[in-house]
């Protein structure tokens, strides 16, 4: 199988206040994770290319101070939203990608809502 | 030109129906192919992928490559309204640099008439 989990699946905090999230493959070894944004009724939006032991490659518009991506190991990538704000308000998905394909397998997603 | 497009739709067909749902890209150098399925409110689930010139078949579903006319497809057969989703096809290019990034299509909705 292909499983890859998201801790929280959803989660409230308050403006200004920083969320962390956790993005786990739990069978397989992923050197490459990706997080996605994903507004109501909208496409995916790719925030960032994570590589284990490397820094995250964001993409245009994306602001790497505000998002940040920590891959330690092969199996775990976080994305911390820090001085979180309503429009930061969505639904973040992160995917990993098998070393030996590039078959991406995505987790549950986390729902954030700031107040 | 995007560089994956699809019909946002939506797609309704009846139930029992063969479901088609079509994927053009722009980089012919092109190299995996991939659909996916998304219910609403939920994230994308692999369903097929395809690597080849030809059909690849998985139960009911048949994924179509056509490379030569930058062209993918996915066939469901026997359609379920269970199969009401929007389906997103992802594409990877062929680059030198950049890790290979998958684009995803803005995707397709089915909606199957019971």
């Known amino acids: 199988g292909a499983v890859v989990s998201q801790h929280p699946s959803w989660v409230i905090c308050k403006s200004g206040t920083s969320v962390k999230i956790e993005c786990r493959s739990l069978d397989f070894q992923a050197t490459t994770m990706f997080w996605y944004r994903q507004f109501p009724k909208q496409s995916l939006m790719l925030m960032a290319t994570s590589n284990e032991g490397s820094k995250a490659t964001y993409e245009q518009g994306v602001e790497k101070d505000k998002f940040l991506i920590n891959h330690a190991s092969l199996t775990l990538s976080t994305l911390t939203v820090t001085s979180a704000h309503p429009e930061d308000s969505s639904f973040y998905i992160c995917s990993a990608r098998k070393s030996s394909s590039y078959e991406q397998y995505f987790g549950p997603g986390t729902r954030l809502t700031v107040t | 030109q995007k560089e994956v497009e699809q019909n946002s739709g939506p797609l309704s067909v009846p139930e029992g129906a063969i479901a088609s749902l079509n994927c053009t890209y722009s980089?012919?150098?092109?190299?995996?192919f991939f659909w996916y399925r998304q219910y609403s409110g939920k994230s994308p689930e692999l369903i097929m992928s395809i690597y080849s010139n030809g059909d690849k078949e998985d139960g009911r579903f048949t994924a179509q490559l056509n490379k030569a006319s930058q062209y993918v497809s996915l066939l469901i057969r026997d359609s379920q309204p269970s199969d009401s989703a929007t389906y997103l096809c992802?594409?990877?290019?062929?680059?030198?640099?950049?890790?290979?990034?998958?684009?995803f299509g803005a995707g397709t909705r089915l909606f199957v008439k019971a």
């Open positions: 980089d012919r150098g092109s190299q995996s």
């Open positions: 992802a594409v990877t290019p062929f680059r030198n640099t950049g890790g290979f990034k998958t684009i």
